[in-house]
T-cell receptor
Framework: EAQVTQNPRYLITVTGKKLTVTCSQN?????MSWYRQDPGLGLRQIYY???????DKGDVPEGYKVSRKEKRNFPLILESPSPNQTSLYFC???????????????FGPGTRLTVL | GENVEQHPSTLSVQEGDSAVIKCTYS??????FPWYKQELGKRPQLIID?????GEKKDQRIAVTLNKTAKHFSLHITETQPEDSAVYFC????????FGSGTKLNVKP
């Protein structure tokens, strides 16, 4: 089954404790992206990757890191989480020609993160 | 950077009526404009999209129109049904994407 998976689905942590949210897709998509969703703000892009070893900042990259060592995986790293990073996080992937990603983005199920 | 504005924030219609949601964008480099539907507790799912070289696209009861000159695009849902009730998001971009703040559509039976 073609899908995007995220782990964990729910996480409660404390300020400053490093964490990683994993994202994996089995559709051989070049493009992957992370979003956060907060009430009244829609989805905001954190980072995106056009292909392996190619990552770029989205609209709200502060406090986050990503890596793209393999095509199927795109982990999101919070090295020192703070309460303002409490949010619902979505990973997404799509086909890309390497220049633009004007194809359907398939979203993962979401990770609800609470930072105390 | 890009700025995407979406209106209205809430929309209530009677079953069978039409619903229209509008979005504006600011960056003329944006060339892809998807619309996503998100049901409560679920992930966003694409319902229709349009590229900048097309002015209109239709898929059964759903249509999207794009006016590049005015930098606005709209979602049209005809013959609405209760299962259309959800939050709808527009987005604009080409590899970096910006989403509108969402429209909560309520279709009353």
């Amino acid at each position: 089954e073609a899908q995007v998976t995220q782990n964990p689905r729910y996480l409660i942590t404390v300020t400053g404790k490093k964490l990683t949210v994993t994202c994996s897709q089995n559709m051989n998509h070049e493009y992957m992206s992370w979003y956060r969703q907060d009430p009244g703000l829609g989805l905001r892009q954190i980072y995106y990757s056009m292909n392996v070893e190619v990552t770029d900042k989205g609209d709200v990259p502060e406090g986050y890191k990503v890596s793209r060592k393999e095509k199927r995986n795109f982990p999101l790293i919070l090295e020192s989480p703070s309460p303002n990073q409490t949010s619902l996080y979505f990973c997404a992937s799509s086909l890309s020609d390497g220049v633009s990603s004007y194809n359907e983005q398939f979203f993962g199920p979401g990770t609800r993160l609470t930072v105390l | 950077g890009e700025n995407v504005e979406q209106h209205p924030s809430t929309l209530s219609v009677q079953e069978g009526d039409s619903a229209v949601i509008k979005c504006t964008y600011s960056d003329s480099a944006s060339n892809y404009f998807p619309w996503y539907k998100q049901e409560l507790g679920k992930r966003p799912q694409l319902i229709i999209d349009i590229r900048s070289n097309v002015g209109e696209k239709k898929d059964q009861r759903i249509a999207v129109t794009l006016n590049k000159t005015a930098k606005h695009f709209s979602l049209h849902i005809t013959e609405t049904q209760p299962e259309d009730s959800a939050v709808y998001f527009c987005a604009a971009g080409y590899n970096k994407f910006y989403f509108g703040s969402g429209t909560k559509l309520n279709v009353k039976p």
